[in-house]
């Protein structure tokens, strides 16, 4: 058995932190590991674990630059600026439905990507990424390596954002594949998470164990066997969730 300190600010950070005006983004504490797209497009940054797996999806369905990258990272002054040009140009109406709030978009983790099919006007707030044709192998592919589609028409009202058939947020494998069967969006998965106390009960999946850990203290240690491979993240609201595999070899075949 091997110890593991979980700490409060990891409530902040990860893969799986859920951010929305009821949850803004915490600036204070960063963890950025952005790297461009590729050489084409070297201002459109993602974080470097989700690139990897992007660029994956995208060869293994030969988009053939098909499929263009239009937003990725953005610093809070990117947000802010954006959010007040749309303003003026679309109207407060406009902006509510498909602009988040600074502080409140995904864009300022680098774990979301709006994504277009190539065309010679793209709009970048709403690019086209129609649900038929190479788009549609896309979202079929991508979460199998850990991508949603996270802004769907049917739960528009639980994320109160508008259907964004463009944005694509990565949460990580298995947590894209669960939810993609559970046909969970993100808020309802954070909660849905809450039911696997570590030590309580646990969410099985394939050769996944995954559990949530409620932070109300500063420090919490856990236990582990000493063959278990280790994930954590947060979800940005109480606590932390620990996803575990015992043999790393397995993840290929899945």
Same mark, same amino acid.
């Given at each position: 058995?091997?110890?593991?300190?979980?700490?409060?600010?990891?409530?902040?950070?990860?893969?799986?932190?859920?951010?929305?005006?009821?949850?803004?983004?915490?600036?204070?504490?960063?963890?950025?590991?952005?790297?461009?797209?590729?050489?084409?497009?070297?201002?459109?940054?993602?974080?470097?674990?989700?690139?990897?797996?992007?660029?994956?999806?995208?060869?293994? &369905?030969?988009?053939?630059?098909?499929?263009?990258?239009?937003?990725?990272?953005?610093?809070?002054?990117?947000?802010?600026?954006?959010?007040?040009?749309?303003?003026?140009?679309?109207?407060?109406?406009?902006?509510?439905?498909?602009?988040?709030?600074?502080?409140?978009?995904?864009?300022?983790?680098?774990?979301? &990507?709006?994504?277009?099919?190539?065309?010679?006007?793209?709009?970048?707030?709403?690019?086209?990424?129609?649900?038929?044709? &190479?788009?549609?192998?896309?979202?079929?592919?991508?979460?199998?390596?850990?991508?949603?589609?996270?802004?769907?028409?049917?739960?528009?009202?639980?994320?109160?954002?508008?259907?964004?058939?463009?944005?694509?947020?990565?949460?990580?494998?298995?947590?894209?594949?669960?939810?993609?069967?559970?046909?969970?969006?993100?808020?309802?998965?954070?909660?849905?998470?809450?039911?696997?106390?570590?030590?309580?009960?646990?969410?099985?999946?394939?050769?996944?164990?995954?559990?949530?850990?409620?932070?109300?203290?500063?420090?919490?240690?856990?236990?582990?066997?000493?063959?278990?491979?280790?994930?954590?993240?947060?979800?940005?609201?109480?606590?932390?969730?620990?996803?575990?595999?015992?043999?790393?070899?397995?993840?290929?075949?899945?």
């Amino acid at each position: 058995m091997k110890k593991i300190l979980l700490k409060k600010e990891y409530v902040y950070l990860g893969n799986l932190i859920l951010v929305n005006r009821k949850h803004p983004l915490q600036e204070k504490i960063k963890s950025y590991n952005l790297q461009p797209f590729n050489e084409l497009y070297t201002k459109i940054l993602l974080d470097y674990n989700a690139n990897l797996e992007l660029h994956k999806v995208l060869n293994e &369905i030969n988009s053939k630059n098909n499929i263009v990258p239009v937003s990725g990272y953005r610093s809070l002054d990117e947000q802010e600026e954006l959010y007040r040009n749309s303003i003026k140009e679309n109207g407060e109406e406009f902006t509510k439905k498909y602009v988040a709030y600074p502080n409140c978009s995904e864009h300022q983790t680098g774990l979301a &990507i709006d994504l277009g099919l190539a065309q010679e006007n793209i709009d970048y707030i709403r690019p086209s990424f129609p649900y038929t044709g &190479i788009c549609e192998a896309f979202r079929k592919k991508s979460v199998e390596s850990g991508f949603i589609e996270r802004y769907k028409k049917e739960k528009e009202n639980i994320t109160h954002i508008s259907s964004e058939e463009w944005h694509f947020r990565y949460v990580g494998y298995p947590h894209s594949k669960i939810m993609s069967e559970m046909n969970f969006c993100l808020e309802e998965y954070i909660d849905y998470l809450r039911k696997f106390k570590l030590g309580q009960n646990t969410l099985s999946f394939k050769e996944y164990e995954i559990n949530f850990v409620k932070m109300n203290e500063d420090i919490k240690e856990i236990s582990i066997e000493d063959n278990e491979v280790l994930t954590i993240s947060g979800n940005n609201v109480d606590g932390v969730i620990i996803t575990k595999i015992s043999n790393l070899s397995q993840r290929k075949g899945k």
